[in-house]
């Protein structure tokens, strides 16, 4: 007997949202849901890991194992999950304050260790939580609540602050195309290592209605330009120099051994008793 097939609806939890009218954390939920249905994982095989704010919510909005930890602390607990029940799926989900500020100490060391964790940041470009402060993400010269001269902060650009760790998988989407978003979400899950994945998700409370027109106006998918490559990190950082439009899709992709690997091999020369000498080590952690 064939096990039936699980749909969107089988991965989405009886709780009701509580964000905001229009918040594109709904549209974040709805890609969740396909792109699940589209990995047909069993739900206990999956395990999402949030943080604090209003995009850490989504774990219990899922039919799924989930974990709401403390503040910027999502991926070093996905990470231990990770390592420990390696047969998971296992995705961080965190908001642009939440994982750039509290949690920023953290993504060098993921993308280091390579471990094989989704990383999914709804960077709305602002604490939609706490009533509106300038995040990290937040543009020069905006008015929030903390900033009521404009913010005089450079912000942090998400993409080319993980393409500079070395991050083997850097891709952007948004809830404006919920089908392209589910699809970067497979990719990132199904990518062997550290994925990170930004998503501009428009809060309409403390960033305005017009922010979707914004977005809107200035997006475009990088797979149909000209000599395409996500293999190309040169080409990559060309593709998101360019700061009054926002680049959709995989902006880089490499393969490197992952986390998990390099522990089994570990385990394998342990088991054997082998002492090597300096060089076969350091050849043992070469990409």
């Known amino acids: 007997m064939t096990e039936e097939k699980l749909t969107s609806k ?24 396909l792109a699940l249905e589209e990995l047909g994982r069993p739900t206990e095989n999956i395990a999402v890991i949030s943080g604090i704010g209003c ?3 989504l774990p219990g909005y899922l039919n799924i194992y989930g974990f709401n930890a403390i503040h910027g602390r999502a991926i070093p607990i996905a990470c231990g999950l990770k390592i420990a029940r390696p047969d998971l799926e296992v995705i961080a989900v965190s908001g642009d304050g939440d994982c750039f500020s509290i949690g920023g100490g953290h993504l060098p060391h993921v993308v280091r260790r390579n471990v094989d964790i989704a ?12 009533k509106g402060q300038a995040s990290p993400t937040t543009p020069r010269g905006d008015i929030t609540s903390t900033s009521r001269y404009g913010n005089l902060d450079r912000p942090i650009w998400p993409l080319r ?47 305005g209605k017009e922010m979707y027109q914004f977005i809107r106006e200035r997006m475009y998918y ?19 120099s360019n700061k009054d439009r926002f680049s959709l899709g995989i ?3 490499k393969l490197s051994k992952t986390y998990r690997e390099k522990l089994d091999e570990v385990e394998e020369r342990a088991r054997g008793g ?5 060089a076969d080590e350091r050849k043992l952690f070469l990409p």
């Open 10 to 33: 089988d991965y989405v939890s009886s709780l009701k949202p509580i964000w905001c009218p229009g918040c594109g954390d709904y549209g974040v939920l709805n890609a969740m849901a």
């Open 55 to 57: 995009s850490s919510r």
């Open 119 to 130: 990383c999914f940041v709804m960077d709305n470009q602002i604490y939609g939580l706490t």
């Open 161 to 207: 602050f993980m393409l500079g760790y070395g991050t083997t998988f850097v891709a952007q989407a948004t809830p404006l195309d919920i089908k392209h978003l589910a699809k970067m979400m497979v990719a990132a899950i199904l990518h062997p290592g550290f994925a990170f994945l930004n998503i501009l998700s428009p809060c309409v409370t403390y960033r």
């Open 222 to 240: 990088v797979d149909e330009t000209p000599d395409y490559d996500p293999a190309d990190d040169q080409k990559a950082w060309r593709l998101i």
């Open 251 to 253: 902006i880089y992709q």
């Open 274 to 278: 082998k002492i090597s000498s300096l």
